[in-house]
């Protein structure tokens, strides 16, 4: 087999929402891969420990402290990334949020905060890189989805309807950018144990349900991410678009 075909070394790379959970395991699994790899995320201490997390483990690495609900900003933020090592051939949107309201305490600014952060703000963020990658010919959109793209939980009313916005906007990526080079895919991770997930592993019961209702009988470890992850970000990938992967231990399967 040609192990190029997993190798993302020298690539440069972006993740957002990278000071902590999915997004920081992301940057660390790609920087350890050998990619350059860009931090960026509202949270300047938190990435700064990152930063130095993945320094003394050999990795080249960036910082962008960055808050992207500011529209009028996300242009700025963009040049600052590529002046780090140049402009990313690899977009990570990891950043995210999930209030978990429910649907009588849904207000329109908590709906609005949802769906731009979570839908709209990975498409405007990695449409200013994309005339990079098409004068390359190359180039990586990674998008977080969620079990939410195709399930519905309690208290999920906006986050549900943005991350089932993230599953066709991946696809709709593709459908545009993917006749340049530009591949474009989403991870829909299961139950992992993060910032966001928290409400679920603080609740042994709820915790031991999520996982029995795996087709495997547990819940996500980070270390499950990182086949996924180098498989999209390298050009093991080179025919895949549009798809959303599923990383959740068989929860959808059943």
């Known amino acids: 087999m040609d192990s190029s075909l997993f190798d993302v ?3 440069v790379a972006v993740v957002t ?7 920081s395991f992301i940057s660390e699994t790609l920087a350890s891969a050998g990619a350059k790899v860009v931090l960026l995320a509202r949270r300047k201490e938190l990435l700064s420990r990152e930063v130095q997390r993945i320094t003394e483990q050999g990795g080249s690495v960036g910082l962008v402290d960055a808050d992207l609900t500011d529209r009028d900003r996300v242009s700025a933020y963009c040049e600052r990334v590529t002046d780090c090592f140049g402009a990313p051939q690899i977009v990570v949107n990891a950043a995210g949020v999930n209030l978990r309201e429910s649907y009588d305490k849904v207000s329109w600014d908590s709906w609005d905060e949802t769906i731009n952060l979570n839908l709209t703000v990975p498409f405007f963020f990695a449409r200013n890189f994309v005339d990079s990658m098409i004068e390359k010919g190359w180039g990586r959109v990674i998008n977080i989805a969620s079990l939410q793209s195709s399930r519905a939980f309690a208290n999920g009313l906006a986050y549900g309807a943005s991350k089932g916005g993230v599953a066709q906007l991946t696809r709709a990526m593709a ?5 340049h080079g530009i591949m474009c895919n989403a991870i829909a991770p299961g139950f992992f144990k993060t910032a966001l997930t928290a409400p679920v592993f603080d609740n042994p019961n709820m915790m031991n349900e999520m996982a029995a209702r795996t087709a495997i009988g547990r819940n996500g470890e980070m270390a499950d ?3 996924p992850i180098i498989f999209l970000a390298s050009p ?3 025919y895949v678009t549009g798809q959303i992967l599923n990383v959740d231990g068989g929860f959808t399967a059943k």
């Open 236 to 238: 093991a990938s080179d």
């Open 17 to 23: 929402g990278a000071s902590s959970g999915i997004g």
């Open 9 to 11: 070394s020298d690539r």
């Open 225 to 227: 991410l990182v086949g």
């Open 175 to 179: 459908e545009c950018w993917s006749p």
